[in-house]
């Protein structure tokens, strides 16, 4: 960790800033007003991500979404990256808080899901791939997105530790634990088995 602050303090809290800016756009809620559908956090979860524009019943609005919220925290890595990897690991973090709690929205954002891949993309796209196939694997063999998720934010950090990226595995380690965090509410359904399947109404 200590080759990580080398990089500079007011370059890695600027590149934090920049991330953050990029992360906390709403595109969820951008898209809907845009569409004339209203707020999306008025229906459903109450969240600006692409599983609740879903909810209008407009899937190209929610495929929009979870593009250009991966997007976002891909264009901050790799924008921050311009100044080195230290920057591009500082704007990722960024990113993903500005996404959960964006200050225009009085700090209520989305889950992170979509930016944690968008940020793993910039950062090692290996690692992008290895969580999309932990993933289909376990939404294919059980129907629970959201158990999917959790289960390859788990196996993430896991895997770059082992692949030998250490600092990115560190952030990803920390990524991990506030999309548990995020997800209380689709852990408590899934204890319960009241969480929603893929597909069903």
């Not at 979870?66 to 591009?88: H, S």
């Not at 530790?161 to 359904?189: C, D, M, P, S």
């Amino acid at each position: 960790m200590s080759d990580f602050f080398n990089a500079g303090i007011p370059l890695l809290l600027l590149s934090l800033v920049f991330g953050y800016l990029l992360g906390s756009i709403p595109f969820g809620l951008i898209l809907t007003r845009m569409a004339g559908l209203g707020d999306v956090r008025s229906i459903g979860s109450g969240n600006i991500g692409a599983t609740n524009v879903l909810r209008t019943g407009n899937k190209k609005l929610a495929a929009a979404t979870l593009i250009l919220d991966m997007l976002k925290g891909t264009a901050a890595v790799l924008i921050a990256g311009i100044a080195g990897p230290e920057a591009a690991i500082a704007a990722g973090l960024g990113a993903f808080l500005g996404h959960i709690f964006p200050v225009w929205l009085k700090f209520k954002g989305g889950k992170g899901v979509a930016t944690y891949i968008g940020v793993l993309l910039g950062l090692f796209w290996q690692g992008a791939l290895i969580f999309a196939a932990v993933w289909l694997i376990i939404a294919f063999t059980t129907r629970y997105s959201s158990l999917a998720a959790l289960i390859a934010a788990i196996i993430t950090p896991v895997a770059l530790y082992f692949i030998g990226v250490h600092q990115i595995a560190f952030l990803f380690l920390i990524l991990t634990i506030i999309v548990f965090f995020k997800h209380r509410a689709n852990i408590e359904r899934l204890v319960s088995g009241t969480e929603g399947r893929i597909g069903s109404k």
